[in-house]
């Protein structure tokens, strides 16, 4: 239940702020590659894709921070300084 709930308020704060979905996939991940989604992805639905991340932590990119100013997938440290000042 706590994977459905994050994957829908991730989804509500993505929407809010047009983020692209394909940035919460972590593209550089073993389990991103084992399963091939670079090719997978572009001909899945929102909805597949969200089941998706909601299954494995291990394909959601890190660090993420979902705040009222933003969101903010992986670590560029002058978009974190700008987001959290």
């Known amino acids: 239940?706590?994977?459905?709930h994050r994957c829908a308020t991730s989804r509500r704060?993505?929407?809010r702020r047009a983020l692209p979905l394909k940035r919460f996939f972590n593209t550089s991940g073993l389990k991103y590659k084992e399963l091939g989604l670079k090719d997978k992805l572009p001909?899945?639905?929102?909805e597949e894709q969200y089941a998706l991340l909601a299954t494995d932590?291990?394909?959601v990119k890190?660090?993420?921070i979902i705040t009222?100013?933003?969101i903010l997938t992986g670590f560029r440290e002058k978009e974190w300084a700008?987001?959290?000042s």
């Open 1 to 4: 239940m706590a994977a459905a």
């Open 13 to 15: 704060s993505r929407r």
């Open 43 to 46: 001909a899945m639905t929102e």
């Open 57 to 59: 932590g291990m394909l």
């Open 62 to 64: 890190r660090p993420l």
């Open 68 to 70: 009222p100013k933003g």
């Open 82 to 84: 700008e987001l959290l």
